[in-house]
């Protein structure tokens, strides 16, 4: 099938390079001029597993191409939409790029004879797909949904990091359609029949496929807040918290996902999709009393982390800290609401002297911390002087490091992951913490 993506993001481009493996034809459209001619080069410009070897994969192919013209989108049949949609200060999801993309393509498909199928991809609040997407696109297009084209609402489930696998396995297909029109989502399944992996297709209405990806991350965002609530309630009782998690989630009705304490929610989707939900029940007149308690919950946390180390190192002003890691989560360069970067700001805040490392998301970290704390080329040279380390990303790399945590010797660690572990840390001779 001939596909256009637009916004060539984690999950835009993540959508045309899987769809290209299994043998279609992409076009990704940004509006970043200089990520496509990167992309178009054979770089990713983010960093995900698998992503590199793909997109060269699929440019040898020539099943791949990127673009900032929306006229490409005419030569192909069927459209993702994945751009960001983040929320404003008022915690209210700002649709802006989503309109412009909309009323953008809206405009190409004047143009276009055949039928069109737009499929929505990015998180948008319950309600948006029938109230804005469609009018849009009809009032631009001067065509008529379900005859002309075809709307969908497909929400994307991956999680950064893993996000190749993540696509081609996805476990489960949630399709939004518009009442008594099957068209546009039997062509959606057809699509990802090409995927071989086994998962089940759930179609719904749009609202409700809306919501399915709001009440997902609303309910993993409740259960890092309740561990971090069972923890902190530990911690005051001398009782190891990270037993407690572990012993409960040997229930087989839990899983272990989500479920271990330490650590505040971060990343792109969960505080920006939680915050974004709190807001819209406010506005139409229910208090989302447990949401908002989750919301608290992890903002209490970030606190915990600067406090664990005012507590183990007694004032912080002056004193140097070694933070590792700035990506939100392993296998990711993503620094969106990262424990990391926030550690960095409450460090500095309370006067301390920051060195910081991560093998993946130093660049982007730049960006957000700027000249505020000093990057460090390797482990060794940000521990190096360092009174204290934190550790804030589960970096497969950091737990094979014991090399440079030699010179971490007698000095306090707090590990905010548990990627050390006890036992490790009593063979290296570590002033140990957990949070
Ligand atoms: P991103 O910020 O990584 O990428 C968005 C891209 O869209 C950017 O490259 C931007 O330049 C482009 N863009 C914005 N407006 C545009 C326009 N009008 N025309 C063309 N390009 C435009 O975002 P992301 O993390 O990929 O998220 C995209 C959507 O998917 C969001 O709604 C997000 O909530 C949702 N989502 C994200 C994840 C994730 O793990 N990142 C997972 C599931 C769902």
């Not at 960001?84 to 700002?94: A, C, F, I, L, S």
């Not at 989503?98 to 998180?123: D, M, P, W």
């Not at 009782?237 to 650590?263: A, N, W, Y």
């Not at 934190?390 to 497969?396: A, R, S, V």
């Amino acid at each position: 099938m001939k596909v256009s993506v637009i916004g060539a993001g984690y999950v835009g481009l993540t959508t045309g390079l899987c769809l290209a493996d299994v043998g279609h034809q992409v076009i990704c459209i940004d509006k970043n001029e200089e990520k496509i001619k990167e992309l178009n080069k054979g770089n990713p410009v983010i960093f995900e597993e698998k992503m590199q070897e793909t997109l060269k994969r699929v440019l040898k192919k020539g099943n791949f191409k990127a673009s900032t013209q929306y006229s490409d989108i005419l030569n192909t049949e069927i459209t993702f939409i994945a751009v960001d949609t983040p929320v404003d200060e008022n915690g209210e999801m700002k649709l802006t790029n989503l309109e412009n993309a909309v009323r953008e393509l809206g405009t190409v498909l004047k143009n276009k004879k055949s039928y069109h199928i737009v499929v929505v991809k990015s998180t948008v609040i319950p309600g948006t797909t029938k109230d804005l997407v469609i009018p849009v696109l009809e009032k631009y297009s001067g065509q008529k949904v379900p005859e002309e084209f075809g709307v969908c609402m497909n929400p994307e489930f991956l999680r950064e990091g893993k996000s190749i696998e993540d696509f081609i396995n996805p476990g489960r297909v949630i399709i939004g359609e518009v009442k008594q029109d099957r068209r546009a989502g039997d062509k959606l399944v057809e699509l990802y029949e090409d995927f071989p992996s086994r998962y089940v297709v759930m179609r719904t209405g749009l609202t409700e496929a809306e919501m399915i990806k709001f009440a997902n991350n609303s309910f993993l965002a409740t259960r890092v807040s309740f561990a971090n609530e069972i923890g902190n309630i530990c911690d005051i009782l001398g009782i190891d918290g990270h037993v407690v998690l572990e012993g409960m989630t040997l229930d087989p009705r839990f899983g272990k996902s989500h479920l271990q304490p330490g650590p505040p929610y971060g990343g792109s989707c969960l505080p920006k999709d939680i915050k974004g939900l709190i807001t819209k029940a406010n506005q139409v007149g229910y208090e989302p009393v447990l949401l908002e308690s989750v919301e608290k919950v992890n903002e209490k946390q970030k606190g915990r982390i600067i406090a664990k180390a005012e507590k183990v190192l007694g004032s912080l002003h002056k004193k140097k800290i070694a933070v590792l890691g700035l990506a939100f989560k392993p296998g990711s360069d993503d620094v969106r609401f990262s424990p990391g970067i926030e550690v960095i700001k409450g460090l500095i805040s309370n006067g301390a002297e920051v060195v910081t490392y991560d093998p993946m998301a130093m660049e982007n970290a730049k960006k957000i911390v700027g000249n505020l704390a000093q990057f460090a080329n390797s482990i060794e040279e940000a521990l190096g002087n360092a009174d204290c380390c934190i550790i804030t990303t589960e970096w497969e790399h950091f737990r094979n490091i014991e090399s440079e945590f030699n010179l971490m010797k007698e000095k306090n660690v707090i590990d905010v992951f548990k990627i050390i572990g006890p036992t490790k840390s009593k063979e290296l001779n570590l002033n140990y913490h957990l949070i």
